[in-house]
């Protein structure tokens, strides 16, 4: 493994002759000439020489040798970690057969003048079924039957959706001719305005799927019917376990628009929506994309047949653990693969193992190792004289700019036919930056010392950044420490979020069941005997700004109003503020001392004339009373909820 070796001095000759000579006009004015042919001169570039030869050796220690001894103890630089969002492919039109979107399809984000375009590939094959409107029925919330209303919509006759008076639990069932699981279904309906008076932006109305055990609620991206109240359509993106099961004693595959109670002063139904016309059609499907390029068949080299070979390759970084690199050696039954470890501890002579540094991008095989007998042992096997190598497949990109905001993945990289447009409606959220040598050089007295053993707090944490790349943040929390019992190691983890303008959707901060598992099931195979270890993401502290700024002259409000809520968004986060930008400390209150300094240094802004504090519920969204100081628990963070922030001018 190549890690980066710092430059203690990055001075040369020539720039140590020109000091020497500025030096000289300041303190001997007398001395004027100062061509290369003045004997002074002469004395300043021999001096100037002799330096940077010492430059030179100074440059080989310490670090450089701190490095090489990283390098001897094992340790690697941990990669990056691609960010992940769902994809929608819209077609050009209703699909009237089966389209399939192949694994490795690429889309990305708009290329700008400063900006390259971010490239997603989609992690498997996505299948857009076609269907049609089959079977359509009603059910009352207080009844088991089904009333079918098939009949009545092919006469042309209108029927209500729900009862006189919808109640929650009353249904209105869709029976489509096929299951179509990730896909979007786009139901056109024909409706009158019995049912006006609810919010189309809070219908009390929800769109499920049956996946054979239950109704599983779905998302509507798009319902120009106002909930149900007039013509137009609703796009419903159906879950992946969407299959075909038997209702009221008709099989399909059913969706349901279901009546239910809305929270808050919103409206609820006053009459049911009486439906004329509706039919169905797949207009696209969802599918997860990773932020990386998936390379094929590339040959790395010709093995010469000796132990311990060497084989770059030509895109890096590497991706870990996102379909893992596949590599094949050629062999007189065809391509061979090979497996790949994290070291040749355990490898003998005949084991087809490999190494594959992510980082530098290094395929290397196993060494011969002298025995202090005298003899050689060989660890894995070697690659026979003139075979060829190659990465079947392998994956690269990955950081944390591949977090890209909602909306952002516009153009598609593939050519796929019938596929009009691509689009993201969520933000991508995992993206991790690789570590960099500084970190590395943190991390290497701990691995030294524990040699993946989790004794002290600072092991589990280096252990749990390693296992998940993907994680942002970690905090150990020891026993003793808070409530924790005694015997009991907490460990708090920040994934990797979506930001836009420093804001962070709250669900984004919930760590996955995967890598809550992944996480929890390496720190079990080297925690101490009777430890017990508990993997959670931390408590969450919300809180809201109230401010009123006074905008110099002549200055946009509007635009000092939003650099103020970016700078509030970006400082009061629990990935990237707090002074360092490294995330919010854990445990440090929020004062509006901080906040009033903070405002003051928005451009534009000319007086911050009040600023007031309240603590908050992310979840519910319920507000506390006000406050000069927001005290934060000892192990917890706070989380930017819905600043408001007023500008006036001058």
């Known amino acids: 493994m190549a890690l980066p070796v710092p430059n203690l001095d990055d001075r040369r000759f020539q720039d140590l002759v020109d000091d020497a000579k500025r030096m000289v006009m300041r303190r001997c004015p007398e001395w004027t000439d100062h061509n290369v042919s003045d004997p002074g001169v002469t004395l300043i570039e021999t001096f100037a020489y002799m330096t940077d030869q010492l430059l030179f050796r100074l440059n080989q220690v310490p670090d450089r040798m701190y490095v090489k001894f990283l390098e001897l103890i094992g340790l690697r630089l941990i990669p990056a970690?691609?960010?992940?969002?769902?994809?929608?492919?819209?077609?050009?039109?209703?699909?009237?057969?089966a389209v399939s979107i192949p694994a490795g399809s690429s889309a990305a984000t708009l290329r700008t003048e400063v900006d390259e375009s971010v490239v997603f590939s989609t992690a498997k094959d996505l299948q857009i079924v076609p269907c049609m409107l089959d079977r359509?029925?009603?059910?009352?919330?207080?009844?088991?039957?089904?009333?079918?209303?098939?009949?009545?919509?092919?006469?042309?006759?209108?029927?209500?959706?729900?009862a006189d008076v919808p109640r929650p639990n009353d249904e209105l069932l869709v029976g489509l001719t096929n299951p179509v699981p990730n896909c979007v279904v786009r139901l056109d309906f024909a409706c009158t305005v019995e049912g006006v008076g609810v919010h189309p932006d809070h219908p009390p109305l929800v769109w499920e799927a049956y996946n054979g055990d239950g109704w599983v609620e779905c998302r509507v991206s798009s319902d120009t019917t106002g909930a149900l109240n007039a013509a137009g359509a609703v796009l419903v993106h159906v879950p992946d376990d969407h299959t075909g099961a038997v209702v009221a004693g008709e099989r399909a595959g059913w969706l349901r628009a279901r009546v239910v109670e809305v929270d808050g002063d919103f409206p609820t139904y006053a009459a049911s929506p009486i439906i004329t016309a509706l039919s169905a059609s797949t207009v696209g499907g969802t599918v997860n994309a990773r932020h990386c390029e998936l390379i094929e068949d590339e040959v790395i080299g010709v093995s010469e047949g000796v132990p311990g070979q060497e084989f770059p390759v030509s895109r890096t970084p590497v991706l870990v653990g996102t379909g893992s690199a596949v590599l094949e050696v050629t062999s007189e039954d065809g391509w061979q693969e090979w497996t790949p470890v994290q070291h040749f501890a355990g490898s003998s002579p005949i084991d087809r193992h490999y190494i594959l540094d992510p980082v530098a991008g290094t395929v290397h095989f196993g060494p011969t190792v002298r025995e202090p007998d005298g003899s050689f042992r060989q660890y894995g096997a070697v690659p026979p004289y003139q075979t060829t190598i190659r990465l079947r497949e392998y994956t690269t990109g990955g950081g944390r700019y591949g977090n890209v905001g909602r909306g952002s993945i516009q153009t598609l990289k593939s050519s796929i036919p019938f596929v009009a447009k691509v689009e993201n409606l969520d933000p991508?959220?995992?993206?991790?930056?690789?570590?960099?040598?500084?970190?590395?050089?943190?991390?290497?007295?701990?691995?030294?010392?524990?040699?993946s053993r989790a004794v002290t707090a600072e092991d589990y944490e280096a252990i749990t950044q390693e296992a998940a790349p993907d994680v942002s943040r970690v905090r150990c929390v020891t026993a003793g420490d808070d409530d924790t019992d005694a015997g009991s190691v907490r460990v708090l983890i920040v994934p990797a979020a979506a930001q836009s303008?420093?804001?962070?959707?709250?669900?984004?901060?919930?760590?996955?069941?995967?890598?809550?598992?992944?996480?929890?099931?390496?720190?079990?195979?080297?925690?101490?005997?009777?430890?017990?270890?508990?993997?959670?993401?931390?408590?969450?502290?919300?809180?809201?700004?109230?401010?009123?700024?006074?905008?110099?002259?002549?200055?946009?409000a509007a635009r000092?109003?939003?650099?103020?809520?970016?700078?509030?968004?970006?400082h009061l986060n629990p990935i990237t503020g707090g002074i360092d930008g490294k995330g919010w400390p854990f445990g440090r209150p929020v004062q509006s001392g901080d906040v009033y300094a903070l405002l003051q240094r928005v451009r534009g802004?000319?007086?911050?004339?009040?600023?007031?504090?309240?603590?908050?519920?992310?979840?519910?969204?319920?507000?506390?009373?006000?406050?000069?100081?927001l005290d934060v628990e000892r192990h917890s963070l706070i989380f930017s909820f819905e600043h408001h922030v007023k500008v006036e001018d001058h």
């Open 81 to 97: 970690s691609p960010a992940q969002v769902p994809v929608t492919f819209w077609l050009s039109s209703a699909a009237v057969t």
């Open 136 to 162: 359509v029925g009603t059910r009352r919330a207080d009844e088991s039957d089904v009333d079918d209303r098939t009949d009545t919509l092919k006469m042309g006759q209108s029927f209500a959706a729900f």
């Open 428 to 451: 991508a959220s995992g993206g991790v930056d690789g570590e960099t040598i500084d970190e590395a050089k943190a991390r290497g007295p701990i691995l030294l010392r524990t040699r």
């Open 501 to 556: 303008d420093g804001k962070i959707e709250f669900g984004d901060l919930v760590p996955s069941e995967e890598m809550l598992q992944r996480i929890t099931d390496r720190l079990d195979e080297v925690r101490l005997i009777g430890t017990r270890v508990l993997v959670s993401p931390p408590t969450y502290r919300g809180v809201t700004v109230v401010a009123r700024l006074i905008a110099r002259p002549r200055v946009d």
């Open 560 to 570: 000092v109003r939003a650099d103020a809520l970016a700078a509030l968004y970006r």
């Open 605 to 629: 802004v000319d007086l911050v004339e009040d600023v007031r504090l309240f603590g908050a519920n992310p979840v519910t969204g319920e507000r506390g009373k006000e406050t000069q100081r």
